[in-house]
Structures are given as C-alpha cells and as structure tokens.
C-alpha cells in the first residue's frame, strides 16, 4: 500500500525521531549505542596545560579514548639507546584512568620520528631484531594491562603497495614485522596489536598491499589483531569504498579501527567548505559503523587549535570537528547523526 505521506515528510518524520533519540547526547555515548568501543582523541602533552581544552578532553561521554599524539614515539622514548623516558604517556594514561576513557599506544616501530641512533647505526640485523624486542618490549610493557591496543608498526607502505625502505626494512626485510609484533604480545598479552598507516581507507595499492601482509602474518599465527586506517582526509575527496575495504579486513577476522581522523580543507574556511566537510565526516562514520569490526574512531585531536595540519600541509586546515575557539562545527553533527543513522 501506499504511505499516505511524501517521501519528503517520511525523510524529514525519520529525521526527527533521530534527533530526539540523540537529544544531548555526546560522541562516545554514540558511538557506544552504534555498538562500537569507542570515540576518541588524540591528546599531546603540552595541551594538557589549557584549561578549558582538558576540561573538553576530559569528558568521557564525549571522549571514550584517548591516544598519545606524540610521547610514545621511539624519538620521545629511547632517545639515547637504553635510556627509556615513559613520562609524558604516563601523564596521559593517568588523565585516561582519572577519566575512565581507553588509551590507544602509539608507536612502536616507525620511520619517522624515531631516534637518530637508530637510523643511523648501521646494525647488523641480528642487533637491529634486538634493538626493536628490547624496544617494542619495554614500551608495550611498561604500560602492560593499560592499553586497549597498540599500533605496532606505523606506516610501513608506500601509496604504491611496495615496502617503505626504511632502516628496518633496508636491514631486515619483511622480518621486522613479525620480530616487533611478537616483541609486543610478549610484552602485554592482552592488548590487540595492530598495523596502522594512512591513504589505505579505500580500496587501492596500499590497501591490498596490508590485506597481502596480514594474511600472510595470519598464516605464519603471528599476532596480529586490527588494522589501524589513519584517515587523514581532504574535504570533497573521501573515498567512497571505505566500508567494502574495512569489511574485507574484517573477513580476515580481525578489527579495524580509525586511528587519526581529520578531514582538512584549503583555507579560508566557508559555510559550504564546512557543509562538505560535515558530509565527509557523516560518511567515514556510516562506514565504521557498518562494519561490525571496525572498533571505534578516533580524531586526531578534536580541535583545529591544536591540529597537526597547518604545519605540514601548507594552506590547509580547519580539519577537525570543534573550531579553534572550542566551538562545535558542522562536522560535529555530521559525526553525531552518522552514529545514529
Ligand atoms: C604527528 C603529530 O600530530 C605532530 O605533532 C608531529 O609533529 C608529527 O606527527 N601519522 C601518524 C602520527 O602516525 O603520529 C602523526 O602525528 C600524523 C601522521
């Protein structure tokens, strides 16, 4: 039978009914209804000195998680070579515990922003293996039982699906992975361990490059639990096959998570920039939403006062949910009514 109403007064009934179900409620909350673990951010330790920042940061209804944007990198950590510097992740695994929200580590195994030691002491590869079990050991263990989940290996492809040449490439081959991944479950046996990197959030070389790997690493019974998809993002150009590519992930029975989301556009901002952008948002979330795996989501950082984004990429900006002033943006309701869509 027909609906005595208009597709139109369907669409707009549905939405309310959407809207009053979500009157009030916050990111996590949402998150949390969509069956997900969590919503989350990236925090880096010199923004814990604003007030109303960690005031924002700290409310666990809104943030479920929180990620270290830099303290728990290898430079941070074992800047000199057997001297381990764990104090400002325990700054903000003791903000999380206050706060009853997950804390995501991140990294152990990366090209960049790693200690200069390392990079240039041309180890051999039996040194190099236990240079990173000592150091994927201590960091994971260290923080053994507190962390939801590590990303153990940090962008570790080129866009084109070949193997970055870093140090640990260049020395031990492919090996790495496994070396690092056992170091960490070791380390902590409870924490999902995942690989993490960025451009892989639709279907593409990357992206089949780690399916490639992690089925191969399965096989092998090496531990691997998720795939971390970074989600640097640009307005107008989110991929459209997110979920088909978190779902193919997710067969292979692990979890998927996005770990660093912003979605940044060229300056200046404009209403019609942030409508995009909302969109975008909207759209990244309906597809983690759709994928029972895909764990959670993560911002990296919630606000364009503290985004990574003006310094590296020059022009651009303005990526993230809440405005410089704290101030929600469109993106926010986008992320919201994608949660309860
Ligand atoms: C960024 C930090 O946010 C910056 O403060 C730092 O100067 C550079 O690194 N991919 C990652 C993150 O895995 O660690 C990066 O974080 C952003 C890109």
């Known amino acids: 039978m027909r609906s005595p109403f208009s597709q139109g007064a369907r669409v707009l009934a549905g939405s309310i009914i959407l809207l009053c179900a979500g009157v009030g409620a916050q990111l996590d909350t949402l998150a949390k209804r969509a069956g997900k673990v969590y919503f ?13 920042y960690k005031t924002l940061l ?28 764990f104090a400002g ?8 515990k206050q706060n009853r929200q997950l ?23 039996k040194d190099l293996t236990a240079i990173i079990e000592d150091h994927c050991g201590r960091l994971v263990g260290h923080y053994k039982g507190e962390m939801y989940s590590w990303d153990v290996v940090n962008e570790a492809f080129e866009d084109d699906g070949s193997y970055r040449k ?8 492919t090996q790495y992975f496994e070396t690092a991944l056992r170091a960490a479950r070791k380390a902590d046996p ?21 399916y490639t790997l992690i089925k191969s690493l399965i096989a092998k019974k090496v531990p691997i639990d998720g795939f971390g998809v970074q989600g640097h993002l640009i307005v107008g150009q989110v991929p459209t096959n ?94 919201a009514s994608a949660w309860l869509s």
């Open 58 to 85: 700290s409310n666990a209804s809104e943030f479920g998680q929180l990620t270290a944007g830099n303290s728990l990198k290898w430079e941070t950590v074992q800047p000199v070579r057997g001297t381990y510097k």
């Open 190 to 210: 409870n924490t999902k361990l995942y690989l993490n990197d960025y451009n892989v959030e639709g279907i593409n070389s990357k992206s089949d490059a780690y």
């Open 242 to 335: 997110i979920r088909e590519n978190f779902q193919r992930f997710a067969d292979l029975g692990i979890d998927v998570a996005i770990t660093e989301l912003d979605i940044r556009m060229v300056l200046p901002v404009t209403p019609e920039k942030l409508e995009q952008q909302k969109r975008d948002y909207a759209a990244v979330i309906r597809a983690c939403k759709a994928v029972k795996r895909c764990v959670g989501v993560t911002v990296w950082d919630y606000t364009d006062k503290y985004s990574w984004i003006p310094s590296v990429f020059k022009g651009e900006g303005a990526a993230l949910p809440w405005d410089e002033n704290l101030k929600k943006k469109p993106a926010y309701d986008g992320i």
């Open 166 to 173: 870093s140090v640990f490439y260049n020395t031990l081959g």
């Open 89 to 96: 992740g325990d700054e903000i695994l003791a903000l999380a």
């Open 40 to 52: 989350g951010s990236a925090v880096d330790n010199p923004e814990l000195g604003d007030l109303p």
């Open 103 to 125: 804390f995501r580590g991140h990294t152990c195994v990366w090209h960049s922003q790693l200690a200069a030691w390392v990079e240039a002491g041309k180890f051999s590869a």
